[in-house]
């Protein structure tokens, strides 16, 4: 008579199955070197781009000033261009002499005093600059105006308050919380960490998935024992951890190298860190299931999670400023809920009825994809 296996018997093999399949993993990533590629060399080459490479802070923006009138009002008021950190400012007599510049954009706007403003200011009429900018970069031209105003306004005011006039009834005083100097650093490389963990669970899932049908030891795995839940828990158990050790890693550089300031607390980081990787770690694992193919897997994975992430999450762009359809797409973007609980993180602290809902919608997301990736890696022979 056939003695069937205790249920402790049974527990004891798929806890050595699955053991055995973590370990397997382990392995795998410690012996190819695009796994270390991707999640170590390419998450610092991106915190580097974001952290030094780019910005958003418009600072040092080359103009012209003409003074039409020479006086000691309007050398007075030059001075005022020339000692803002926001222009680096070239000092002429006629605009015809930054014309050329302009269109080359050797400068990115020509502020012009004209002969009239000391006659205008004297009069106690409103004074005027003349703002000419280059209008083929929207936001550059922007800034240009914007602050060419700003700088006449705190002139005129500095010499209200000197007493040379009465002083102005309203004064309005601006203050910029959790990022009191608006370094675009201070939010640009927290979520650059969302775009390396996209890469890190999404990308590295997919391809080494799909390197295993390609190479026919997925289905070798699927003759086996192993169940379906075995088999995608022990594949995606070392990436989690591998994602996670990423994110640690780019952290470390944000608060110690790039002075990123850290107000909230390692719990948080990591739970929203660790259910954002539920959601990546699925799509690669649907992709790869779907595809069995590292090139195709590659290229959907690059399409489906890094282009939106990078461009449908908020982390550059506006996401209210875009179409209603565009903004409709977003809310299954789930890089849209982790960047900006991550600048929180970084920048304001614990706000956790922010973060319950960014991962309850991670984990809803996470649970379709994984779904959707169980029924496509059927336990046979495909």
Same mark, same amino acid.
């Given at each position: 008579m056939t003695e069937h296996p205790s249920h402790t018997e049974r527990r004891s093999a798929r806890i050595r199955r699955f053991a055995a399949l973590v370990r397997k993993e382990s392995y795998q990533i410690v012996r190819d070197p695009s796994s270390?590629?991707?999640?170590?060399?390419?998450?610092?080459?991106?915190?580097?781009?974001?952290?030094?490479?780019?910005?958003?802070?418009?600072?040092?923006?080359?103009?012209g000033?003409?003074?039409?009138?020479?006086?000691?009002?309007?050398?007075d008021l030059a001075a005022g261009f020339q000692a803002s950190r926001y222009f680096k400012v070239t000092v002429g007599r006629d605009r015809r002499e930054f014309e050329d510049d302009l269109v080359l954009g050797r400068v990115r706007g020509i502020v012009v005093i004209p002969t009239g403003f000391m006659a205008d200011y004297a009069a106690g009429r409103h004074p005027s600059l003349q703002v000419l900018v280059d209008g083929s970069d929207p936001n550059t031209a922007n800034f240009v105006q914007n602050y060419a105003q700003a700088t006449l306004a705190n002139w005129t005011?500095? /010499?209200? #308050?000197?007493? =040379?006039?009465?002083?102005?009834?309203? %004064?309005?005083?601006q203050r910029f919380w959790f990022n009191p100097e608006l370094t675009s650093r201070n939010f640009l490389v927290p979520g650059s960490i969302a775009i390396v963990m996209t890469l890190v669970g999404t990308l590295l899932t997919s391809l080494v998935v799909a390197r295993e049908w390609e190479r026919g030891t997925m289905e070798a795995m699927m003759a086996t024992p192993v169940s379906a839940a075995e088999l995608l828990a022990g594949k995606l158990l070392p990436y989690f951890l591998l994602g996670l050790t990423s994110m640690t890693l780019c952290v470390l550089l944000a608060?110690?190298?790039?002075?990123?300031?850290? /107000?909230? #607390?390692?719990? =948080?980081?990591?739970?929203?860190?660790? %259910?954002?990787?539920?959601?990546?770690?699925?799509?690669?694992?649907?992709?790869?299931?779907?595809?069995?193919?590292?090139f195709l897997a590659s290229q959907l994975a690059l399409i489906s999670a890094f282009l939106p992430a990078f461009l449908l999450s908020g982390f550059l762009f506006e996401i209210n400023s875009m179409p209603t359809v565009?903004?409709?797409?977003?809310?299954?973007?789930?890089?849209?809920?982790?960047?900006?609980?991550?600048?929180?993180?970084?920048?304001?602290?614990?706000?956790w009825p922010m973060f319950t809902r960014a991962i309850a919608v991670m984990l809803l997301i996470g649970g379709v994809f994984f779904a959707l990736a169980a029924r496509s890696t059927r336990k046979r022979i495909a």
């Open positions: 270390i590629l991707i999640a170590f060399v390419l998450p610092l080459i991106l915190l580097f781009l974001f952290g030094y490479g780019v910005s958003l802070d418009t600072t040092q923006t080359r103009i000033l003409v003074i039409e009138q020479e006086a000691p009002l309007t050398r005011r500095q /010499r209200l #308050s000197d007493g =040379a006039g009465r002083p102005p009834a309203i %004064t309005a005083e608060v110690f190298l790039f002075g990123v300031p850290f /107000r909230g #607390s390692v719990a =948080a980081l990591y739970a929203l860190s660790a %259910t954002f990787l539920m959601p990546a770690l699925g799509q690669g694992l649907l992709i790869s299931a779907a595809t069995k193919n590292q565009i903004q409709w797409i977003t809310l299954i973007v789930p890089a849209r809920y982790l960047i900006p609980s991550l600048q929180t993180v970084f920048l304001a602290g614990d706000i």
